[in-house]
């Protein structure tokens, strides 16, 4: 028999369920990322995740932790509530860009306010996935959607939302870092911030929220490797990847 | 057979919620049925207040009184809405020193006391409802200055516990405008 | 322990701590705020959590997240906030959840008033938010009541994984009366919380809390197995009083606090030689039918009495499928019916025939 | 019929009931269910009758999970655009936006002679009554399709009022649009219970509801 030898393995942190998204979304990526930092920070077994409402609602499924599936928007007060209950758990909230920068943007930044001990991975691809493509906070000016089938305008709708420069605002959230995973560069990079992410909340170190720039190529309707391009070229320019703040790291000065 | 019904009636902040309350705990020690209901609100903070007190030997039911045994009115407001309601024969404990001259109904009781001037006679005049109390136990004779005082020892604690002589003179005062005017 | 004065909001929340409750979160509303008050002054004391929410939307998904992680959670509001909380009341009856809300009832609509009120009693016994579901809903008419039903309902709300809702009005949350918080209560025979995400996943498979079932199949078979759980409340669970009923010509209707002024209109009528009885709904959901399956043949009318322009007369109605006439007598916009009001409506429905 | 017929038009033009009609008349291999705008009225409500007929449903949704509002496009219907041997019907979501799904597989089309994107008109719908409103909505779901439409659908009907002046009155419509865009009438649809009397531009489609009924 000839001798095999794995090279990659699925995170024990993931279930066998298929991810319900579509070819090119990045989600995938991300889940890897939150299974694996659970892992390997062997805290795997006490750790509550909560769904949000959007692409991501069935991921309850797609995680082997305990799951809570949350109201839209309602995910980081779902947390807060278990977080105080159980001191001891990892508790994360996984949004996307309608259901954290829209709809549930009170609860975040009050959880953030309360600096709740929990981590919020957002995920902003700039568009709402699954109702089918509609406008979000996070829609870039001109990028036209099924709800500004012109382009998104400023005088119409503003200008798009900066969750992490204003989530870092906030005196008392502890890590905010926005990063992408559009090359195996920026996944390593992605991964370590949110493991840090985690780690902080293991410490009891409070709020931290890690924001994915994210792609949709069936509603930003292009392939795949172009709407990857397409956040690199536009979303990147007007969402700077980087640490927004980091009070870990003020303690230390 | 104890059934009082007494509603305390004043501007907010003249203590007419406690004088209430002080007459539920009393109450309550003693084993007695009791509800205390205080008006709520904005009314509350600068505006007129008000509480409903019901000491029974029976079950208390409707928590709402509508035609009280007694008043004890702290200002002329509460006078115009609450005397309408008194029981004929019933008691009105008035504070005579802010609600002067005028007409009272003939067929109830009127004790006019001069609450504010004996407060202020005693030192503090924040203590005028214990003189309004004071008035009102020696007229009813429910519960005893003793019983009323162990109360405050009882509630009274920290800061608070500094005034609980004051309150007893303040009783006192009361009693005696009451047995001097009779 | 001997009897003690309380407020009522007070008296509810240490009923609710004497019960074991381990976190409570809402928000301030007039006139409940004496009970998350009392509430930040003790629970601290008990090692347990007590948190003031951004919004009465974020109270109840608290209340959500730490129900589901196996907690006993209480919430309290008033009217708005009530109204307000009905998509997170919702999905934990649709999660199967226990809670326990205060519901400290005061006028509406909107912004209405903040006097005492019955006006949420369809809000309540509908369900209030989105679906098929509704509450346990409890409605004492004393503090002594209100905290014996509080310290069962954490027991009622665990043995149906449903939230309970504790329906009074601001005559109760704001009274004082005396109360003994150690007469025994009914103690619920209750299953382990196997199902809760509790973070302690060693040994055993991954829990899932949701309320969302895609497939229509799946969807309906949920909604069937929560329909068991409120007809079981039905059959076994309706909960009243009657008062004065055996010789009554006449029976008022009412729960709650109007209950108790009915109670001194009784007495009044009976001064005067009229026979007048009540029946006191406790549980308003499940609606109270068997009571009056043993309403004499004495009994030729009923008045239905609420704090609002009239909305249990409607389940009255279904129960007493067109036997006797009924009538209304109600107050609203934050004004507590004076009992002589009752006495005239009465003597009013006898002399007319 | 061409190997694959990628078929779009407007919400309730009657799509899917034309893609289902012509996928059990033609035995095709792959149903490929494309409709991520609207979980109501789509191919996936008959699984089990396209299971039976030996066609394989690839549903824009999370597998068995009807009329559930969560969409995807499957990685699974790419697959007869790569496999030549590959018959398919694909049934695209209404309006332009439902076209804009066709991208994720433009760099697997390399030539078009085997497609046919045809695009359903029913003239008593108000966004596509008029000639002028017709050919706006055609180019307008080339552009996010980056596909052209190679031929036109007429389904003019109000359900069981239609008579056959009414599907005439439409083909004059689309016989203007069709010299406009230099397209042909492929199809025109009539309801089984219409007694046919007249004749038509394209082939007939002698239509049974098929998924309406389910639900109507």
């Known amino acids: 028999m000839a001798k095999t030898k794995t090279i990659y393995e699925k995170s024990n942190g993931l279930s066998d369920a298929h991810l319900s998204y579509c070819p090119g979304c990045t989600h995938g990526i991300i889940h890897k990322l939150v299974a694996e930092c659970l892992v390997e920070l062997d805290v795997l077994d006490r750790t509550i995740g909560i769904s949000s409402v959007g692409c991501s609602a069935l991921n309850y499924d797609f995680f082997s932790c305990d799951m809570q599936q949350a109201a839209h928007g309602r995910a980081p007060a779902v947390a807060t509530g278990i977080k105080r209950v159980k001191p001891d758990s990892i508790v994360f909230t996984y949004q996307g860009d309608g259901d954290l920068a829209s709809i549930g943007i009170a609860e975040a930044i009050h959880a953030a306010h309360r600096g709740e001990n929990v981590t919020i991975v957002f995920v902003n691809n700039a568009i709402y996935g699954m109702t089918g493509g509609q406008m979000a906070p996070t829609t870039l000016i001109g990028q036209k959607t099924t709800t500004s089938p012109d382009g998104r305008e400023e005088a119409h709708s503003g200008l798009p939302l900066k969750i992490s420069e204003m989530m870092a605002t906030i005196p008392g959230a502890t890590y905010i870092e926005r990063v992408s995973v559009h090359n195996p560069k920026h996944v390593i990079k992605a991964k370590k911030a949110l493991k840090k992410a985690f780690e902080i909340q293991k410490n009891k170190q409070g709020f931290t929220l890690i924001e994915f720039i994210s792609t949709c190529p069936v509603n930003w309707g292009m392939k795949p490797k172009d709407a990857v391009d397409w956040a690199v070229d536009n979303m990147i320019p007007y969402y700077p990847l980087g640490v927004f703040k980091d009070k870990t790291n003020e303690e230390a000065n | ?182 | 322990m001997a009897k003690v004065l309380m407020k009522g909001n007070e008296a509810m929340a240490l009923a609710a701590i004497k019960a074991g409750a381990d976190a409570f979160y809402g928000y301030p509303i007039t006139p409940q705020n004496e009970l998350p008050e009392y509430m930040s002054k003790h629970m601290k004391e008990h090692g347990r959590v007590f948190l003031q929410s951004e919004s009465e939307v974020a109270a109840i998904n608290m209340i959500y997240g730490a129900a589901g992680a196996g907690a006993r959670v209480i919430t309290s509001s008033s009217s708005p906030g009530i109204a307000l909380k009905q998509e997170g009341i919702s999905y934990m009856a649709g999660a199967e959840l226990p809670a326990v809300i205060v519901n400290v009832m005061r006028g509406g609509p909107g912004l209405g008033g903040i006097q005492p009120s019955q006006g949420d009693y369809k809000q309540i016994t509908r369900g209030g938010g989105n679906g098929d579901y509704y509450l346990y809903s409890l409605a004492p008419e004393s503090l002594q009541e209100a905290v014996d039903l509080i310290k069962e309902s954490f027991d009622i709300a665990d043995y149906f994984r449903n939230p309970v809702m504790i329906a009074v009005d601001g005559l109760i949350g704001q009274m004082m009366e005396p109360v003994d918080f150690e007469l025994e209560t009914p103690k619920w025979d209750l299953p382990k919380k196997t199902w809760a995400t509790d973070g302690n996943q060693k040994g055993r498979d991954k829990n899932i809390i949701n309320s969302l079932y895609l497939d229509p199949n799946d969807l309906e078979k949920h909604d069937l197995k929560l329909k068991k759980k409120y007809d079981e409340m039905k059959r076994d669970h309706q909960r009243y009083e009657l008062i004065n009923m055996d010789k009554a010509d006449i029976a008022i209707v009412a729960f709650g606090s109007t209950a108790r002024v009915c109670r001194t209109s009784i007495q009044l009528l009976e001064e005067e030689g009229i026979n007048c009885g009540m029946i006191r709904p406790i549980t308003i959901y499940p609606f109270p039918s068997k009571a009056f399956d043993e309403i004499p043949k004495s009994v030729k009318d009923l008045l239905v009495v609420e704090m609002n322009t009239g909305q249990m007369i409607d389940d009255v109605k279904i129960v007493n499928e067109g036997k006797l006439p009924i009538h209304f007598y109600g107050r609203s916009g934050g004004i507590v019916p004076e009992a002589e009001e009752i006495v005239e409506k009465v003597k009013e429905i006898m002399g007319g025939e | ?216």
């Not at chain 4, 035995?27 to 699984?47: A, C, E, G, M, Q």
């Not at chain 4, 790419?78 to 398919?88: D, Q, R, S, Y």
């Not at chain 4, 994107?117 to 779901?141: D, G, H, Q």
């Not at chain 4, 009438?185 to 007249?198: A, G, M, N, R």
Request: aromatic share 8%.
């Open chain 2, 1 to 182: 057979m104890l059934d009082e019904k007494l509603i305390v009636a004043g501007f907010g902040g003249q203590g007419v919620m406690l004088t209430g309350q002080l007459l539920s705990y009393c109450a309550t020690n003693k084993d007695i049925n009791t509800l205390w209901f205080p008006s709520y609100g904005p009314e509350t903070r600068g505006g007129t207040a008000n509480c409903s007190v019901t000491i029974s030997d029976e079950t208390v039911n409707s928590p709402v009184i509508s035609k009280p045994d007694s008043l004890m009115i702290f200002n002329k407001p509460s006078l115009a809405k609450f005397m309408p309601k008194l029981k004929k024969d019933g008691n009105l404990v008035v504070n005579a020193s802010l609600v002067k001259d005028l007409d009272f109904r003939e067929d109830v009781n009127v004790y006019e006391i001069e609450a504010n001037d004996i407060a202020l006679k005693l030192g503090n005049l924040k203590a005028a409802n214990m003189v309004m109390l004071g008035a009102y136990l020696a007229i009813t004779k429910i519960f005893t200055n003793k019983e009323i005082v162990a109360v405050m020892k009882e509630k009274f604690t920290g800061e608070k516990a500094q005034f609980i002589d004051l309150n007893k003179q303040a009783l006192e005062a009361g009693k005696k405008a009451v047995e001097t005017s009779a």
């Open chain 4, 1 to 216: 019929m061409k190997r694959i017929t990628i078929i779009a038009g407007h919400y309730g033009s009657g799509k899917s009931e034309i893609c289902t009609n012509l996928a059990f008349k033609h035995k095709v291999d792959y149903i490929v269910d494309l409709d991520i705008i609207n979980p109501y009225f789509r191919t996936r409500s008959l699984h089990q009758e396209f299971e039976d007929a030996g066609i394989h449903l690839v549903e824009s949704t999370i597998k068995k999970k009807l009329s559930s509002d969560l969409p995807y496009i499957s990685g699974e219907s790419a697959i007869p655009f790569l496999n030549k041997e590959l018959t398919a019907i694909y049934d695209l979501g209404g309006t332009e936006n439902g076209g804009r799904v066709l991208i994720q597989f433009s760099d697997k089309i390399d030539h078009f002679e085997d497609i046919d994107l045809l695009y359903v008109v029913n003239i008593f719908r108000m966004e596509t009554n008029t000639v002028a409103k017709i050919v706006k909505s055609i180019k307008n779901l080339e552009n996010e399709a980056q596909l052209k439409v190679t031929g036109l659908i007429n389904n003019t009907n109000l359900l069981k009022e239609t008579t056959e002046e009414m599907i005439k009155e439409g083909e004059t419509i689309l016989t203007s649009v069709a010299k406009e865009l230099d397209l042909p009438i492929v199809y025109t649809v009539i309801h089984e219970s219409l007694d046919q009397q007249k004749d038509y531009s394209g082939k007939v489609i002698r239509l049974k509801r098929l998924i309406a009924d389910k639900f109507l």
